[in-house]
């Protein structure tokens, strides 16, 4: 079987080929018109020698045209390189030589940033510019760097769907820039990322996809509009849009995340899953679709991905549209789908994400060992089966991410969880992040879920702060609603009737907004440097 991604989607474009594929702003393509202009990209760049291996960067927010690109890449062989569109200069310096990109798809308003690079990436021979009505003029480029519009490329292409036989071998790369330090680029065979991210295996029963065919004939009798929210430079946003399409479903984009827009996306092309990012979008599209009073009918599921998706929220979900399914799924770029929670109207997910683990999941000691199934086990997750490579050009990173158990090979990127009595297991957060006050370990996650579940609290981040005494101690650096003033005291109060005394934090600074990835996920260097350059508003006595 060729359980590979152009071929899955190369199957749904047979299957239906005249239903909407991708909708973004105001442009739509059908499943054959984005197979068409895929092809052409794709023999465009193969007419410039661009083949098996080669590293496409693709540089643009939600758009047609970056669907147009990977799809096209993966076509060729080749791999498809996501490049977050809020970098600076040097951070796009080190992921274009890191990544050994030899092509970039860019949209023109990032034009000049990238002609300032190019002199220091001097693989990359070939650069697409993507008209997206920017006035920004085409900047010089070095003489060896090919330069044409991606419009104009895609003329010079054959539109025939020509190509080689492709592999459940291919490479698939995702660069994720996680909470700390440069991007890496977490390496994946097609197969494995299908199965742990794509729908090759059911997400609920754990059942493997019979077959390359099986979604697109299943797509057939007709497929959901969905509307993945996060930048498709993200990998939740990819796998949401890459699933529902091997499916024939239709994929709803807006260009950047704007909640207002989301809504009126959902009201006009009557979208009926919707994915997000935990409380970053969760809560700001709640409050618009308070304000704006949008027609949200059509929704029948939310799901959260890759992000705290906190109770208080979670409820205020629930008591808004009483009808939707409202999902929780964890897991990580380098894990793939570890788990997923339903939550209900009476559950109580309040200590962090509740969900049944997938069958290839288990919770690993400190010591390597394999956690005991009993209530209250802490460990770190581990998956095993269809797992990651590693991290590209990094065998040292890579082997701090796997672990032999039970005779078995397992990818354990550093996530704590907690055995439940029910059955299901409690996410309590990245371990790396974790603060170790007195000898107590504390979950920044657990601690964040607590102050937003305060009514004035709009998003907070929970950081290690050094303490002579214990350590360290717990600090928080805190965004209150619009319009509203904090009152600290009542907050920790509010925070100790849900979490133990020692996990309150006890350094507190106010800010107007909260630093985030384009992902969503929390920007805690960001936090960390705020809090070592600022006085804290309060700062208790850590007895």
Known sequence: MALNIADLLEHAVDAVPERTAVICGGENVSYAELDTRANRLANYLASAGIGKGDHIGVYSRNSIEMIETMFAAYKLRAIAVNVNYRYVHAELAYLFTNADLTVLVHEKQYSAKVAAVLPEAPKLKHVLAIDDGSSEERADTPDSVVTVGYEQALAQGSPERNFAERSPDDLYILYTGGTTGYPKGVLWRHEDVWRALGGGIDFITG???????????????GGLVRLPAAPLIHGAAQWAAF???????TVVFVPQFDADEVWRAIERHKVQVLTIVGDAMARPMLDAYREGG??????????????????????????EFPGVVLTDAIGSSESGFTGI??????????????????????????DDEIVPVEPGAIGRIGRRGHVPLGYYKDPGKSATIFVEAGGARYVVPGDYARYEADGTVTLLGR?????????????????EAALKSHPDVFDALVIAVADERLGQRVGAVIAPRAG???????????????????KVPRSTWIVPEV???????????????????????AAQPTN
């Open 294 to 319: 949008y027609d949200a009918s059509s929704l029948v599921a939310v799901s959260s991905h890759a992000a705290l998706f906190s109770h208080s929220v979670k409820q205020e979900y629930l008591a």
């Open 515 to 537: 630093s985030r990835l384009p992902s969503g996920k929390p920007d805690y260097p960001w936090a960390q440097r705020h809090a070592a350059g600022n006085e804290p508003v």
């Open 207 to 221: 059942e493997y996809v019979a077959d390359e065919w099986t979604l697109a004939e299943q797509g057939k009798a």
């Open 341 to 366: 929670g339903m939550m209900g109207k009476d559950a109580d997910h309040s200590a962090g994400p509740r969900v049944n683990f997938g069958k290839d999941a288990i919770l690993l000691g400190d």
């Open 243 to 249: 699933g529902a399409l091997f499916a024939g479903g």
């Open 431 to 447: 371990g790396s992040q974790c603060v170790n006050t007195g000898g107590e370990k504390v979950f920044p996650e657990e601690v």
């Open 484 to 502: 509203r003033t904090l009152d600290l005291g009542a907050v920790e109060d509010h925070v100790r009737t849900r979490i133990a005394g020692y």
